[in-house]
């Protein structure tokens, strides 16, 4: 009998790609969402970075329809890359990432429920982290006071400066297939699994299983739907303040708001979705869960308070 094809070991997510009809539309957005251009391949690609140190966690591309490009997750080993190339479906062999800032070896291969691109990438060099200005004063509760005398709180009106990209979900038109899938060929863990009024699994809120190691509460969702759509993608910003003045500047430039601010239940984050101009979802978020693998699986039922537990009501076509 044949052994079960080892587990790939997936170390983090790192990053997304999107493709875009209108480049200065795309990138005018990207700088007030609070991105920083990290390398211009030309005017049809550009990679972008936060001030973490990931080289980067957004490639824009030129294209002549707007759509998802897939995100990318660190492997554990070159070995892993192997495996994927040669088990994964319509897996392409090892390549070279030789535009992308911090070099590095990737394999890319398709969902096999609805054929969205997925990379894994192995040996890219870490960058610097940015010195950027964020505010660290301590803060002052009723009974509690932790800034000193004489000290206050200013701030800077700008963009939210992205850290990292934290997660990212779609619409699977197959929740049991595509489960399955990804929890036999990698180190995904069920953070949370949500389910209907029938008991029957819906949505799934994955992390990384790193054993003792602490990670995000979730790098990847999905949920089931009649069609396929990329839901959002999520990036980390430093903290409240910084995120509402974020809020604040995409208002104030004329953006869309999809929903927010608000905190969510599960994975506990504050959370600030809005449209860019080519009505992708694209999300701040600060404070979330830490976990590790000994965190079990939780379960609960789909329904108006799962979602959040303070800030605007839930949208109608933030679930379609």
């Not at 969402?33 to 080289?55: C, H, L, N």
């Not at 400066?161 to 997660?167: E, N, Q, R, S």
Request: net charge negative; aromatic share 14%.
């Amino acid at each position: 009998m044949a052994s079960e094809p080892k587990k790939i070991q997936l170390v983090r997510i790192a990053h997304v790609y999107y493709k875009y009809t209108d480049m200065e539309k795309a990138v005018t957005f990207l700088d007030d969402f609070g991105f920083t251009e990290e390398k211009k391949v030309s005017d049809d690609k550009i990679y972008y970075r936060g001030y973490g140190t990931e080289p980067w966690v957004l490639c824009a591309i030129k294209a002549d329809k707007a759509e998802f490009g897939g995100a990318g997750f660190v492997v554990e080993s070159e070995e892993d890359l192997q495996i994927a190339a040669e088990t994964l479906p319509k897996a392409t062999k090892i390549y070279e990432l030789e535009d992308a800032p911090g070099g590095g070896k990737g394999v890319t291969f398709y969902d096999p429920v609805d054929g969205f691109p997925m990379h894994l990438v192995y040996g890219q060099k870490s960058a610097e982290m940015l010195d950027i200005p964020l505010p660290h004063e301590p803060l002052n509760f009723p009974t509690e006071k932790n800034r000193p005398v004489n000290k206050f709180q200013r701030f800077e009106k700008r963009p939210a400066p992205v850290h990292k990209l934290g997660h990212f979900g779609v619409r699977t038109t197959n929740f049991a297939k595509a489960y399955k899938f990804y929890c036999d060929h990698f180190n995904f863990l069920a953070s949370d699994l949500i389910h209907d009024a029938e008991k029957i699994d819906r949505t799934v809120f994955y992390r990384l299983n790193r054993g003792d190691e602490e990670v995000d509460h979730h790098v990847f969702f999905f949920a089931e739907g009649s069609t396929y759509k990329v839901h959002h993608s999520s990036f980390e910003t430093h903290d409240f303040d910084t995120q509402v003045l974020g809020h604040d500047w995409l208002r104030e430039k004329g953006y869309t708001n999809c929903w927010g601010v608000g905190r969510h239940v599960l994975g506990s984050q504050i959370f600030d979705y809005w449209y860019d101009p080519f009505h992708f979802i694209m999300e701040h978020y600060s404070d979330g869960d830490l976990v590790n693998a000994s965190e079990p699986v939780h379960r609960s039922q789909a329904g108006p308070g799962s979602l959040h537990v303070w800030g605007p009501d839930v949208p109608s076509d933030f679930l379609d």
